[in-house]
């Protein structure tokens, strides 16, 4: 085990104290034991984080969720139909780095 050392209020090491002579534990035992609670507690809480406020605003489809039937979807032909609509980007005239655009620039620059 990993020792560690901190402070601690008073009072409340007095109630902590008081429920480990109550249940026959040392204070270090409910420490643990408390520990433990709140780590798993709180990795549990991460675990469900919100969706935000606007998931769920838009209205529309038929209202069955899409993860539930991915297959179905692609059985049908939904990703090749998506696919198909999808273009590539027509390749550009211009140069393609900074240097290049700034070297442009500089020779097409009038000089005086």
């Known amino acids: 085990m990993k020792r560690i050392t901190t402070t601690v209020d008073p009072a409340v090491y007095r ?3 008081a429920i480990a002579h109550r249940d026959g534990v040392s204070t270090s035992h409910v ?3 408390a520990m433990e609670r709140y780590v798993t507690e709180r990795e549990a ?3 469900s984080i919100p969706l935000p406020a606007w998931v769920g605003m838009l209205e529309g489809g038929d209202g069955e969720p899409w993860a539930e039937r991915d297959e179905a979807l692609l059985e049908e032909g939904w ?6 609509e999808i273009q590539p980007a027509p390749p550009s005239s211009a140069p393609s780095s900074l240097s290049a655009r700034r070297g442009r620039l ?6 005086g």
């Open 45 to 47: 809480a991460m675990d």
């Open 31 to 33: 420490l643990r034991e």
């Open 15 to 17: 109630r902590l104290d």
């Open 106 to 111: 500089r020779r097409s620059a009038p000089r």
């Open 79 to 84: 990703a090749t139909d998506l696919e198909a």
